[in-house]
C-alpha cells in the first residue's frame, strides 16, 4: 500500500513539474528586448515580498531618448518592476530584489552607490501629484540646492525658470512663484512635479500612471509634454490605458502576473502581438 502511495506522488509530482514547464515556456518573453546603446539595461530581475514573488525573470533594455510603456493587469508587476530601476523597493521591508539592473553600465544596486544620487539620475514622477509643502519656485529649487547644482542665487533662478519651461508651466505661473505649489490645479500639479524631476538634471524619468488623476484636458497636456521631453531624456511610463500607451510610447513591454510577456514597437504590439496573453489583454478579452 506505502508503495502505492509513493508512486502515485511521484507520479502527481512529476506531472506537476511538466505542468509547471509547460506554463514557464507559455510565459517567455516574445520579442527582442534588446536596443542599441541602451540607458538602462535590466538582467534577470527577479523581486520578492517576503516569500512571495512578485518579478519573475524580467530582461529588458531601456533605449535613450524614448518612451517605453508598461501596460498589463492590475497586479502584474509593472510598477513592482518600474519601482526597481531607481531602488523605490528598498524603502518597503521584506522587499528583495535579485539579477542585474545597469545604468549606464554601472551596477544601480552596488553597495558602493548612493540611492539619493541614484534617484537624482533616475527621477520619479507618481500617480498622485505630490507638490512639496512649499512655494511654487522651492518645489523647483529644492533638488538643486541640496545636490549643490548652482553657485548662486541667479543660477538658481535661471535653472528655476528653465525646468518650468521645460514643463510647459513657466507662462502659468511665472508672475506667483511665490505662492504654494498645492494651490495648483491637478494638473499644473503634476506638471510642478515633472519641472522638480527635470531640475535636477536626470538621464531617465519613470512615471507611474502620472494621468491617472487628471481630467482629459490635463491628461492631453501631460501627453505632450511627454513627447517633448523625449529629445533630451528616456522616459518609462506604467499606464492603464492603451490608447495613452499607443500615443505616447515608441515601445511598449506588456506585463502578466509577475512576467515579462512581450515587448517590441508600440504599433506592432497593438496591431500584431506575437503572444496569446498580449493579443488577449489587447482585445479586451480578460484584464
Request: proline share 5%; charged share 25%; with cysteine.
Amino acid at each position: 500500500m506505502n508503495t502505492m502511495v509513493e508512486t502515485m506522488n511521484r507520479v502527481t509530482d512529476a506531472l506537476s513539474a511538466v505542468e509547471l514547464a509547460q506554463e514557464r515556456a507559455f510565459c517567455q518573453t516574445v520579442g527582442d528586448f534588446t536596443v542599441p546603446n541602451p540607458r538602462m539595461t535590466c538582467r534577470d530581475v527577479e523581486v520578492w515580498y517576503g516569500p512571495k514573488q512578485a518579478i519573475r525573470r524580467v530582461n529588458l533594455d531601456i533605449g535613450r531618448n524614448e518612451v517605453l510603456s508598461m501596460i498589463g493587469p492590475s497586479g502584474c508587476g509593472k510598477s513592482t518592476f518600474l519601482r526597481c530601476l531607481n531602488r523605490m523597493n528598498d524603502t518597503i521591508p521584506g522587499c528583495r530584489v535579485t539579477g542585474s539592473i545597469k545604468l549606464d553600465g554601472q551596477d544601480i544596486y552596488d553597495k558602493k552607490l548612493d540611492p539619493v544620487l541614484l534617484r537624482a539620475r533616475v527621477g520619479m514622477v507618481f500617480q498622485k501629484p505630490n507638490p512639496f509643502p512649499k512655494s511654487i519656485y522651492e518645489n523647483v529649487a529644492y533638488g538643486p540646492r541640496i545636490h549643490g547644482l548652482t553657485n548662486s542665487k541667479a543660477e538658481l533662478d535661471e535653472l528655476v525658470e528653465t525646468s518650468l519651461r521645460k514643463a510647459g508651466l513657466w507662462d502659468e505661473v511665472k508672475d506667483r512663484l511665490d505662492q504654494p505649489g498645492t494651490g495648483l490645479s491637478g494638473g499644473q500639479q503634476q506638471r510642478l512635479c515633472i519641472a522638480r524631476t527635470i531640475a535636477v538634471a536626470p538621464d531617465v524619468i519613470l512615471m507611474d500612471e502620472p494621468c491617472s488623476a487628471l481630467d482629459p484636458i490635463a491628461t492631453a497636456i501631460i501627453e505632450e509634454l511627454i513627447d517633448e521631453l523625449r529629445a533630451n531624456y528616456s522616459i518609462v511610463i506604467v499606464t492603464h490605458s492603451m490608447q495613452q500607451a499607443a500615443r505616447v510610447s515608441q515601445r511598449t513591454a506588456y506585463f502578466h502576473l509577475g512576467d515579462l510577456i512581450e515587448v517590441g514597437e508600440t504599433n506592432q504590439i497593438f496591431t500584431n502581438p506575437q503572444h496569446k496573453l498580449t493579443e488577449d489583454y489587447i482585445t479586451g478579452r480578460f484584464g
